[in-house]
């Protein structure tokens, strides 16, 4: 068995793609190859499956929920992400966008940085970049 993370589903359509975390393309996966809930399968849940071939390619079946922290649900209004997509607790992403500023924009003073940090932790939020 492989592990991935679910990287698009479409609930209505029934398919989408896990992108297994050995590395490679993404694979096919039909929501009747779903061993749970398909709406638990959002963009950053972890799963396991096995890979086959078919004449339309490689897809995933025997598709298992991993334990582990469930898949973020978007409150309406709130975009969804619609790649694969790591969140972060917001303490950890201040910290990473504060490196990022004094990095890149070093003549910044502290209060520029306090408003910039801001206006991107609101948008990652909106966004469910970030948990919140």
């Not at 790649?83 to 910290?95: N, P």
Request: charged content about 30%; glycine content about 10%.
């Amino acid at each position: 068995m492989e592990t991935g993370k679910i990287v698009r589903f479409d609930a209505d359509r029934g398919y989408g793609f896990i992108s297994p975390d050995s590395g490679g393309d993404d694979l096919f996966v039909h929501t009747n190859d779903l061993h749970f809930e398909k709406s638990v399968a959002r963009p950053g849940t972890v799963v396991r499956f096995r890979s086959e071939s078919s004449d339309r390619g490689a897809k995933a079946v025997d598709v298992e929920l991993l334990e582990g922290r469930p898949a973020r649900a978007y409150a309406p209004g709130k975009s969804k992400p619609t790649g694969e997509c790591d969140t972060l607790d917001e303490q950890d992403y201040l910290s990473e966008v504060t490196e990022i500023l004094i990095e890149s924009a070093p003549s910044m003073t502290g209060e520029q940085i306090a408003a910039v940090r801001q206006a991107l932790l609101r948008e990652a939020i909106h966004h469910g970049w970030v948990d919140e």
